[in-house]
């Protein structure tokens, strides 16, 4: 990455004082200033509702950064240049009277404009059609939204055709913030650069795969968002399905954004829809009860702050995932995604299928196929499991498995691994697409997404309980042992 001209831009954020903006943007441009990548002559434009002189709203942004920088990495001389680039207005988004006054900022000016919207999602078009009508627009326009886009299908087509109807899909970059982070888009890197693995990818070679997200935390404050959401959609909805994809792809003729997202869309169409009559066999929720979380009691879902005592909103969800093609027929995908589980640990792995003819012990055979394991977060790496013989005098020819490591951080020791926020504002910098999702992929995740949802609110079965602290319910271990298989949890 170097510095240069082309990423020189206006950065316009809306619900610039926002928790998003002070936890994720301002750290992440924190970390572009300090890798100098902040072309000279990049300016920030903080948007807000309320009053504040610039000069208070640079010290919030100093005060922000002194909390969430680690202190090896704080330098108040890159904390100074940052804020220098950064001017604050109070603006009303959903009025249009006081848009124009933007234009002010932008005169004279031929900074690449990016917009980022960091408000709730029901602003988009409101912002949109006010900038447009403004005339406070300009060619070289980029224009950021953050998720959800939307509650269902129908809600995000409103969304998106609100946004299509002022921008073009070229400049629109939305965001899944999953796709930002380093191990994620090594997913691309290890599958088609690798022709080990490229020429083993499919239901010959593989016999099923797993997606697991853990999360620690909580509802964290959230409910009022979360619980008109629950853990189907502001997970598996877009970080999940993006996962699957990028390991279920056909591999895209090229690096652009479409030849990628075309991929990921072909994926997305081939989901076998989830019937009424699968819902067992493939579908688990659960919602957490009180238990503990890092040594601590925490309280259950229905007991968090301000929570609606009778949610059935769901915190945990596990799926039995097939894809209808030619690479993946047979090859089921189980996925599982929950809130208040033991640790914070997202891992893929793949399984091979056993060699043709086994030739070893009897008693060992369930040792008999490699594991690929991909650790998202953290201790990002990846682990090849083979088979060994083990090593004695007195062992004959027992079989040991064995990893081969590649630990990011030990072999690439000197590199900062940068945060998911700080890649996809540089992408969005240099204008590539890549790492955002298109509307097609919003849409058919939503399509397939909306069919589970009905067939919940149909059957009208609460979700399953766990204890905070679990693994989620015990009808997710069951989802997957039906099958003669067990969730990976060498961890
Ligand atoms: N926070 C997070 O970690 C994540 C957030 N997101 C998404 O990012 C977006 C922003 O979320 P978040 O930062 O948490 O939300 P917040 O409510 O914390 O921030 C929203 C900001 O927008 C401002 N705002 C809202 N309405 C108006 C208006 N009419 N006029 C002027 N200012 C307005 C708010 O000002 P005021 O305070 O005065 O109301 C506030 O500064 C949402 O779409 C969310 O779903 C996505 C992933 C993670
Ligand atoms: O988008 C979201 O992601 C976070 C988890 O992200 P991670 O990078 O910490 O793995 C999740 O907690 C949140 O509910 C969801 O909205």
Redesign the pocket.
């Known amino acids: 990455m170097t510095k240069s001209d082309h990423t020189r831009c206006d950065l316009m954020i809306?619900?610039?004082?926002?928790?998003?903006?002070n936890?994720?943007l301002f750290p992440a441009l924190y970390q572009l200033e300090r890798a100098e990548l902040l072309a000279e002559g990049s300016r920030v434009l903080a948007?807000?509702?309320?009053e504040h002189s610039t000069d208070d709203v640079r010290q919030q942004i100093v005060d922000n950064l002194r909390q969430r920088v680690p202190a090896e990495e704080f330098d108040q001389s890159v904390v100074e240049r940052l804020v220098q680039r950064v001017e604050y207005r109070s603006?009303?988004?959903?009025c249009c009277e006081s848009y124009p006054e933007l234009n002010g900022w932008r005169d004279s000016v031929n900074n690449n404009l990016i917009v980022y919207m960091?408000?709730?999602?029901s602003?988009y078009g409101v912002i949109a059609r006010n900038l447009r009508d403004s005339d406070c627009c300009s060619e070289n326009i980029r224009v950021v939204v953050?998720?959800?886009i939307g509650h269902d299908l129908q809600s995000s087509r409103v969304i998106n055709d609100a946004l299509g109807e002022v921008y073009a899909e070229s400049e629109l970059f939305r965001?899944d913030?999953y796709l930002g982070k380093e191990t994620v888009q090594n997913l691309i890197a290890l599958r088609f650069a690798n022709n080990l693995f490229a020429s083993q990818w499919d239901q010959n070679h593989i016999s099923h795969v797993e997606i697991t997200v853990a999360e620690s935390l909580g509802i964290e404050g959230r409910w009022g968002?979360f619980d008109k959401a629950g853990q189907l959609r502001d997970m598996i909805q877009n970080h999940l399905l993006q996962l699957l994809c990028l390991i279920a792809m056909d591999p895209p003729s090229d690096l652009s954004a479409d030849s990628i997202r075309d991929e990921k869309v072909k994926v997305l169409k081939a989901l076998r829809k989830i019937t009424p009559a699968m819902m067992e066999h493939y579908a688990v929720r659960g919602q957490y009860t009180a238990g503990s979380s890092e040594g601590k009691a925490v309280p259950g879902y229905l007991d968090e702050k301000g929570a609606d005592k009778s949610s059935d909103t769901e915190t945990f969800v596990a799926l039995k995932v097939e894809i209808d093609n030619w690479r993946w027929s047979g090859v089921p995908f189980y996925i599982r995604t929950g809130k208040r589980l033991p640790e914070k640990f997202s891992q893929i792995v793949i399984h091979f299928k056993p060699a043709p003819h086994y030739i070893f012990d009897p008693d060992q055979k369930h040792l008999a196929n490699n594991k690929l394991i991909i650790r998202l977060q953290p201790d990002e790496g990846m682990a090849l499991k083979i088979l060994t013989k083990d090593q004695g005098l007195d062992k004959g020819m027992r079989l040991r498995q064995g990893p081969l490591e590649l630990s990011f951080a030990e072999t690439f020791a000197k590199v900062r691994i940068p945060e998911a926020y700080e890649r996809l504002l540089w992408e969005v910098m240099k204008g590539q697409q890549y790492l955002f999702v298109r509307r097609d992929e919003v849409e058919h995740a939503w399509r397939w997404i909306d069919q589970i949802i009905t067939n919940w609110q149909d059957s009208g079965e609460p979700p399953k309980r766990y204890a905070a602290g679990g693994w989620g319910p015990v009808a997710s271990v069951a989802l997957i042992t039906r099958d003669g298989r067990n969730w990976y949890e060498d961890v």
């Open positions: 809306f619900g610039a004082l926002g928790d998003l903006a936890r994720k948007l807000a509702r309320h603006l009303d988004f959903s960091a408000t709730p999602p602003l953050e998720k959800p965001i913030h968002y």
